[in-house]
C-alpha cells in the first residue's frame, strides 16, 4: 500500500470519528472498553492455566515443560502488567 492511499485513509477514519454521532461514540466506547476487559479476563486465564500446567508439571517431571514454562509464565505475566498499568494510567 502506497503512503498516499495510507495517509488518505487515516483521514477518511479520523473525519469520521471526529464528525461521529454522539450516540455512535459512546456505544463504540463502550464497545472498545467491554473488549479490553475482554483481553484482560483472557490474559489473566492463560496466566492461571500456565499456572495449572506448572503445578501438574511437578508430578510429571518433563523437562521440556520445566524449561519452558516458567519463561512463558513470566512473559504473560509481564504483558498482562503492562496491559494493567496502561489501563490505570488512562
Known sequence: M???VLLAWCLF??????????KQRLALMDKIIRELDDLKNSQT????????????????EAG??????PDLHEEVDHGLQ???SYMNSS
Open 64 to 69: 521440556i515443560l520445566s524449561d519452558g514454562l
Open 45 to 60: 486465564s492463560i496466566l492461571k492455566k500456565i499456572a495449572q500446567i506448572e503445578a501438574d508439571n511437578i508430578n510429571l
Open 82 to 84: 503492562k496491559f494493567q
Open 2 to 4: 502506497n503512503l498516499g
Open 13 to 22: 477514519l479520523f473525519i469520521n470519528i471526529l464528525f461521529m454521532d454522539p
